[in-house]
């Protein structure tokens, strides 16, 4: 997995509340068997017409935007579907940190998995920064996840909570799987104890 | 003595295989489903670092979301891609070991009606799947919720779950509903009073009279939809309802098993003075049948109401429901049930139950549907499929006009090839109505399979109560 330490990136706006992950990646590019390459389809059904063609009012087709590695979204972003395909999506357009007032539980562990750190605001932190983000190239913005604090563009900034273990994997770029099978004997054990406690299982 | 436990508190501590010092633990899983969708990219990680399932066993697979459901699908799948990603559930399952239900076996059908019909699903157990509606299996008072796929392969691999624990939440409907309303309006109701951020970061448990009332089916409804409430998982505690639909199943536990596990089983309610971190009541008489307009599962409103205005709303609400209202095509002060309807779409894991094919056709009997009006029954297995057809329920479909398909998710989320054109409008029985859910453009209203069919005979959006 990348490692996530600290990004200076332009952040887009995209000022919508259940942003949900058939938003994000549509269900017909669900059928890849890869993780890779959904960067394209980011947003589909938004970013383009029936025919393909860039719907030029959306955020990621404005010039400002289009190398955009941040984005600020409204309430309980990501919800739906547990398709990981929806960060994968996010990922693959360059996009590595999401910030919101709320996110969907199961969208918000899969951003973890894939080097990309979402963060939870109070709703007035992301008002200040979506307004920030509105004026488009300038709207620099430094995430530093060892400090868990966010510059934005007037020097201002903000800090923001993280899960401790989560923080680590993500700063040290750590595959969960590998970290698990650290602790494989307590599974191990656990199983002994079940199989004879709940044999029916 | 020790402190008053909820029946998630229970579940959760009889799974936790490891805790560390942060809280950060390892829940060990009981069983592991899945489909073809969220599965490849994981069994192509285990391949890459060379490991095995560690319980093939607990793990069981069946192709779902992309399988056509037209009866021609014997002959193979013809879009590519689907027939790649079902190809390849298919390989990983026999070399990996796993139980599996192929796309030609009778007990095919969609994964979360699968596991409780073949007894694979259990009280007190955690069953995790990389789909969010795994919380249909939280019924059966099983800990159940979505994963994604580095989730998927983490199980493949561990048979455990890296987690912390959620917060309790109870959501109480009292007393008895009245004639027409279904558990697709319990759930429904819950979520248009909590919003679908409502329950983000609990676990829920339903209960009071008006769940206890509920066949199995019936809570299986209301906890499939836990997650559109934001909620993890949903659960129900396990009594009598549950341990007669468990037993006998094929995967059940049979004789001294099955009379231990019925022991534990009955210790799985939430004690007395446990605490719960939010408390929902509705009582079940407040409850209309009732449809979304917009395209947020909140979206609710009792048939017998009118579209609202943007200005109804409140914060971001107010431009969602405008952007909603748009690609709804809908004016705010119409009368729900004066909306016409271009399609009907009956099935899903919310809605494919026998049950609720019971109470489609009972509405539909000796009727047609409407002019102009195309309509689709999916069920949610090959067995129920089958046993619909024993009690001559198709019959009663393929008289109205409806056609009947074979078992798969079907338009629910429109992965295979059926699908909504753009503009048109559905009545559904599934459990999102997102932008495009069921198709490109395509609009989806959502309600219980009886408030469905009476749709389809009428030609636009009814209450059921008028054609009971």
Redesign the interface.
């Known amino acids: 997995m990348d490692k996530f330490t600290t990004l200076t990136g332009i952040a887009a706006p995209l000022p919508l509340i259940n942003v949900d992950t058939d938003m994000i990646i549509p269900k017909q590019f669900l059928k890849t068997i890869k993780r890779s390459g959904l960067g394209v389809n980011l947003f589909d059904e938004m970013r383009f017409d029936s025919e393909g063609n860039e719907n030029p009012d959306f955020v990621l087709n404005k010039p400002a935007y289009r190398n955009a590695e941040i984005l600020i979204g409204g309430d309980n972003f990501g919800c739906g579907s547990s398709r990981e395909h929806a960060p994968w999506a996010i990922k693959d357009f360059g996009i590595s940190c999401v910030i919101a007032p709320s996110f969907a539980d199961i969208f918000y562990n899969n951003c973890f998995k894939n080097g990309i750190l979402p963060i939870a605001l109070p709703q007035e932190d992301v008002d200040k920064l979506m307004d920030d983000a509105e004026r488009g190239s300038n709207a620099v913005v430094t995430v530093d996840l060892e400090s868990q604090t966010i510059t934005g563009p007037d020097g201002g900034s903000i800090s923001f909570e993280v899960d401790s273990f989560k923080k680590h994997c993500l700063l040290n770029g750590l595959d969960d799987i590998g970290l698990t099978m650290e602790k494989v004997a307590s599974i191990d054990t656990f199983e002994a104890q079940a199989a004879q406690s709940r044999p029916w299982v | 003595m020790t402190a008053p436990k909820t029946l998630y508190d229970k579940i959760w501590d009889?799974h936790v295989?490891?805790e560390?010092e942060?809280g950060?633990c390892?829940l060990?899983i009981?069983r592991h489903l899945v489909h073809e969708?969220?599965s490849?990219?994981a069994f192509?990680g285990l391949r890459m670092?060379n490991?095995p399932v560690r319980?093939p066993e607990?793990t069981i697979a069946v192709p779902d979301?992309?399988v056509p459901t037209t009866l021609d699908r014997v002959n193979g799948i013809t879009?590519e891609?689907?027939r790649?990603?079902v190809d390849?559930l298919d390989k990983n399952a026999r070399d990996f070991g796993i139980n599996y239900y192929p796309v030609d076996d009778i007990r095919q059908g969609i994964v979360h009606i699968v596991g409780p019909e073949q007894g694979w699903t259990?009280p007190?157990?955690t069953v995790v799947c990389?789909?969010?509606h795994t919380a249909t299996h939280g019924a059966f008072g099983a800990l159940a919720?979505?994963?994604?796929?580095?989730?998927v392969?983490?199980v493949l691999?561990?048979?455990?779950l890296?987690q912390?624990k959620s917060k309790n939440m109870k959501v109480e409907i009292t007393g008895k509903l009245r004639p027409g309303v279904t558990a697709k309006d319990i759930t429904l109701a819950v979520i248009g009073a909590t919003g679908?951020?409502g329950g983000?970061?609990y676990v829920i448990e339903y209960c009071g009279e008006a769940i206890r009332d509920l066949s199995m089916e019936g809570r299986m409804t209301v906890c499939n939809m836990a997650?559109e409430g934001?909620a993890?998982a949903g659960l129900i505690a396990p009594d009598q309802t549950t341990y007669d639909y468990v037993m006998g199943r094929p995967h059940a536990?049979k004789g001294a098993?099955?009379e231990?596990?019925l022991t534990?089983w009955k210790t799985l309610f939430t004690d007395e003075g446990a605490h719960f971190d939010k408390v929902l009541t509705l009582k079940g008489e407040d409850i209309a049948p009732v449809v979304t307009w917009g395209t947020?599962p909140?979206d609710v409103l009792p048939i017998t109401g009118t579209v609202p205005a943007p200005e109804d709303f409140e914060?971001?609400?107010v431009?969602?429901a405008r952007?909603s209202l748009e690609y709804m095509g809908l004016t705010p002060g119409t009368p729900l049930s004066e909306i016409p309807i271009d399609a009907v779409f009956i099935g899903s894991c919310t809605n494919g139950r026998i049950e609720d094919l019971r109470a489609a056709a009972e509405i539909v009997k000796g009727k047609k549907i409407a002019e102009g009006v195309r309509g689709m029954v999916v069920p949610g297995s090959g067995l129920v499929r089958a046993q619909a057809e024993e009690e001559g329920l198709s019959e009663i479909f393929e008289a109205a006009g409806f056609e009947w398909r074979l078992a798969g998710c079907s338009m629910c989320?429109?992965?295979n090839p059926d699908q909504l054109a753009?503009g048109e409008r559905c009545a559904s029985t599934s459990n999102?109505n997102?932008?495009?859910?069921q198709g490109?453009?395509g609009r989806t209203h959502l309600m219980s399979p009886g408030m469905a069919a009476a749709a389809a005979i009428s030609g636009k959006l009814t209450d059921v109560r008028e054609v009971m």
């Open positions: 009889a295989a490891h560390a942060d950060t390892l060990y009981d969708v969220t490849p990219q192509e670092a490991r319980a607990k979301h992309n879009n891609e689907s790649i990603q390849a259990l007190g157990m990389g789909d969010s919720h979505g994963i994604g796929t580095s989730e392969e983490h691999a561990t048979q455990t890296i912390k679908t951020a983000t970061g997650i934001g993890r536990p098993q099955w231990a596990a534990w947020s909140e914060g971001g609400k431009d969602a952007r989320l429109a992965m753009p999102r997102f932008e495009g859910r490109f453009k």
